[in-house]
Nanobody
Framework: QVQLVESGGGLVQAGGSLRLSCAASGSILSISAMGWYRQAPGKQRELVAVITSGGSTNYADSVKGRFTISRDNAKNTVYLQMNSLKPEDTAVYYC?????????WGQGTQVTVSS
């Protein structure tokens, strides 16, 4: 089992920044990728950004150039730096870890961007 604990959400004005953190623990060997997803009210959960064990990254078009995903292997932690936030970025953000064919999820952290 993999446990994921997110932190760093909150309320910010449009144009502001936040950094989300996701600490992984438990059976973390062989995790192939970690990422962030978000779900706004009434919408489906969507991929925001992902980083593989090899360091490759991928972003949703809507956040390219504004968000940056990174990882600290020594701390088993993944970060999402979010800049130039927009009201449409408001959502619950979930950390995800993929290990073989299993997805693990954190509890989610609320990000609210006011206009």
């Amino acid at each position: 089992q993999v446990q994921l604990v997110e932190s760093g959400g909150g309320l910010v004005q449009a144009g502001g920044s936040l950094r989300l953190s996701c600490a992984a623990s438990g059976s973390i060997l062989s995790i192939s990728a970690m990422g962030w997803y978000r779900q706004a009210p009434g919408k489906q959960r969507e991929l925001v950004a992902v980083i593989t064990s090899g360091g490759s990254t991928n972003y949703a078009d809507s956040v390219k150039g504004r968000f940056t995903i990174s990882r600290d292997n020594a701390k088993n932690t993944v970060y999402l730096q979010m800049n130039s936030l927009k009201p449409e970025d408001t959502a619950v953000y979930y950390c995800n870890a993929r290990k073989y064919l299993t997805n693990y999820w954190g509890q989610g952290t609320q990000v609210t961007v006011s206009s």
